[in-house]
């Protein structure tokens, strides 16, 4: 009996440290010794994909700034700054009265009914010890919840740190632990790209199954050591301008002067006809997928 009231006390609180209304954006912070460290700076790529008059250059992430820029792309075009300001207008936003009424509910329905219900016939069908349950865990919680909210903290406002930090372990963290190395392709900053710093595609990859492979790196059997594409995105709005194609030169020119890698390896989905042709196009072919546990299709080149 005590045990399973353990168990449902412990899954209540995760539950609750879940949603907290269902009104919290939860943000992952991970230590401050990870995010004051620098990045690894490398030299840039000089290459420049053309449209017309428009040049656009390519060069590979070099600095902790570019890292977050290049997380914000791919974070729909929000940076930190607009993750810390949307936070807070939602905040304010919010009805505390009405937010204080969800949050009783969350704890004296959502959770008190069920518990109740559960120990009631967990325990011989002991109503005494169902209402005790039900006041003593859903009521609890519904009012703490109910006096969080009140006190208009049911949205969790980030600091800039909190928010850099979300956004680099969502969208970048490979390239922030230094697994990973990237290249983006800029366009104006005074356009819609501004928010991510100019960025408006990007390219990035891991070195493995080599002895210059950072620590913990994937490693596949009897593949050479190899440049693996991880992540290829190019705005909707600027494709078909040759940008890919600039972004996997810089891709393989970097595998090629900068690792011992003797082929250059992705997944794809086979539906996604427009990458598959890209990718062809680069000189790519499918092969065998070494891996078992992912329908997608392996594609490699060789490096001579």
Same mark, same amino acid.
């Given at each position: 009996?005590?045990?399973?009231?353990?168990?449902?006390?412990?899954?209540?609180?995760?539950?609750?440290?879940?949603?907290?209304?269902?009104?919290?954006?939860?943000?992952?912070?991970?230590?401050?010794?990870?995010?004051?460290?620098?990045? +690894?700076?490398?030299?840039?790529?000089?290459?420049?994909?053309?449209?017309?008059?428009?040049?656009?250059?390519?060069?590979? $992430?070099?600095?902790?700034?570019?890292?977050?820029?290049?997380?914000?792309?791919?974070?729909?075009?929000?940076?930190?700054?607009?993750?810390?300001?949307?936070?807070?207008?939602?905040?304010?936003?919010?009805?505390?009265? =009405?937010?204080?009424? +969800?949050?009783?509910?969350?704890?004296?329905?959502? $959770?008190?009914?069920?518990?109740?219900?559960?120990?009631?016939?967990?325990?011989?069908?002991?109503?005494?010890?169902?209402?005790?349950?039900?006041?003593?865990?859903?009521?609890?919680?519904?009012?703490?919840?109910?006096?969080?909210?009140?006190?208009?903290?049911?949205?969790?406002?980030?600091?800039?740190?909190?928010?850099?930090?979300?956004?680099?372990?969502?969208?970048?963290?490979?390239? &922030?632990?230094?697994?990973?190395?990237?290249?983006?392709?800029?366009? =104006? &900053?005074?356009? +819609?790209?501004?928010?991510?710093?100019? $960025?408006?595609?990007?390219?990035?990859?891991?070195?493995?199954?080599?002895? &210059?492979?950072?620590?913990?790196?994937?490693?596949?059997?009897?593949?050479?050591?190899?440049?693996?594409?991880?992540?290829?995105?190019?705005?909707?709005?600027?494709?078909?301008?040759? $940008?890919?194609?600039?972004?996997?030169?810089?891709?393989?020119?970097?595998?090629?002067?900068?690792?011992?890698?003797?082929?250059?390896?992705? =997944?794809?989905?086979?539906?996604?006809?427009?990458?598959?042709?890209?990718?062809?196009?680069?000189?790519?072919?499918?092969?065998?997928?070494?891996?078992?546990?992912?329908?997608r299709k392996f594609m490699t080149k060789k490096l001579e």
């Open positions: 009996m005590m045990m399973s009231l353990l168990q449902q006390l412990i899954t209540t609180i995760i539950v609750v440290l879940l949603c907290v209304n269902k009104e919290c954006d939860a943000f992952s912070v991970v230590s401050s010794k990870f995010h004051n460290s620098p990045s +690894k700076v490398s030299s840039s790529s000089k290459l420049h994909a053309s449209t017309s008059e428009i040049t656009y250059p390519v060069k590979q $992430i070099q600095t902790e700034q570019d890292i977050i820029d290049l997380a914000s792309f791919r974070n729909d075009l929000t940076n930190p700054e607009m993750m810390v300001e949307n936070a807070g207008l939602k905040s304010a936003g919010v009805d505390n009265t =009405e937010s204080a009424i +969800k949050g009783l509910t969350i704890g004296f329905v959502y $959770i008190g009914i069920p518990l109740a219900v559960i120990e009631y016939f967990n325990s011989g069908q002991d109503l005494q010890h169902a209402i005790e349950i039900y006041f003593g865990v859903g009521g609890t919680i519904g009012l703490i919840l109910g006096v969080n909210n009140y006190m208009g903290k049911a949205v969790f406002l980030p600091s800039m740190a909190d928010a850099e930090n979300r956004i680099i372990v969502d969208y970048a963290e490979g390239l &922030k632990r230094e697994k990973d190395v990237g290249f983006v392709a800029m366009a =104006e &900053k005074t356009t +819609k790209f501004e928010p991510s710093g100019g $960025i408006m595609a990007c390219v990035d990859g891991q070195l493995r199954n080599s002895p &210059k492979s950072p620590p913990d790196t994937q490693s596949i059997e009897n593949i050479p050591a190899h440049f693996h594409l991880k992540n290829m995105l190019v705005h909707d709005s600027m494709r078909r301008k040759g $940008i890919g194609m600039l972004l996997m030169d810089a891709f393989e020119e970097y595998a090629r002067t900068k690792t011992d890698a003797e082929l250059l390896t992705l =997944e794809v989905e086979e539906e996604n006809e427009g990458a598959v042709k890209l990718y062809e196009k680069a000189g790519f072919a499918f092969t065998k997928n070494p891996t078992t546990f992912t329908k």
